[in-house]
């Protein structure tokens, strides 16, 4: 099974917006609202940033939102700050190919 | 607070066995499927193993199955992996994770590393 499609690098200045896109199958991404997006800084944990494509835990901004279309997910961070700066990975449930959870190859947000 | 502390990584040759422990401070284990989920160096995140809340059922990535084994013991607040047969691709940072709402992770551990060489 392989990871789910995300770009290997995306960046913006602070203030600015920047969408991560991450692109799955009918099997996965587009068969199921089990959608996450993990933040991860430098050798630190993963943190649960969006779960079931476009809802926050609690005490994460309301500046990082998720959404979905068809087989792909997407993470938007608005009001860039640089403590935003990052590696970003989506996941979904993919049941139909008996794996609880399939991750996307992950993004290097970068604020300039 | 809520706190995930994994233990047992280390180095290990192939063919070698390693158990991985998690303690759960802070919640009840019992209410919660957990994860195993690994980082090789300089890659991406994988998810290697999960159990449900009762330790009734498992799963398991194609690259662990047959070789790793999920437990845990509620009582003692603990989650482990059996590694065995262990192989140079299976060198990794494994986290312990909680699981909310079945697939999705809300408590990483910070890692234990494992490494597998001659």
């Known amino acids: 099974q392989s990871a789910l499609t995300q770009p290997p690098s995306a960046s913006g200045s602070p203030g600015q917006s920047v969408t991560i896109s991450c692109t799955g199958t009918?099997?996965?991404?587009?068969?199921?609202?089990?959608v996450s997006w993990y933040q991860q800084h430098p050798g630190k944990a993963p943190k649960l940033m969006i779960y079931?494509?476009?809802k926050r835990p609690s005490g994460v901004p309301d500046r990082f939102s998720g959404s979905k279309s068809g087989n792909t997910a997407s993470l938007t961070v608005s009001g860039l700050q640089a403590e935003d700066e990052a590696d970003y990975y989506c996941?979904?449930?993919?049941?139909?190919?008996?794996?609880?959870?399939?991750f996307g190859g992950g993004t290097k947000l970068t604020v300039l | 607070e809520v706190h995930l502390v994994e233990s047992g990584g280390g180095l290990v040759q192939p063919g070698g066995s390693l158990r991985l422990s998690c303690v759960a401070s802070?919640?009840?284990?019992?209410?919660?499927?957990m994860h195993w989920v690994r980082q090789a160096p300089g890659k991406g995140l994988v998810w290697v193993s999960r159990?449900?809340?009762?330790?009734?059922?498992?799963n398991y990535a194609d690259s662990v199955k047959g070789r790793f084994t999920i437990s845990r013991d509620n009582a003692k607040n603990t989650l482990y992996l059996q590694m065995n047969s262990l192989r140079a691709e299976d060198t990794a940072v494994y986290y312990c994770?909680?699981?909310?709402?079945?697939?999705?992770?809300?408590?990483w551990g910070q890692g234990t590393s494992v490494t597998v060489s001659s």
């Open positions: 159990v449900n809340s009762v330790g009734s059922s498992t």
């Open positions: 994770t909680r699981g909310i709402y079945t697939y999705h992770m809300d408590v």
């Open positions: 996941s979904s449930y993919a049941g139909s190919n008996n794996l609880d959870v399939l």
């Open positions: 009918s099997s996965d991404v587009g068969g199921y609202n089990y």
């Open positions: 802070g919640f009840t284990l019992t209410n919660y499927w």
């Open positions: 079931e494509v476009n």
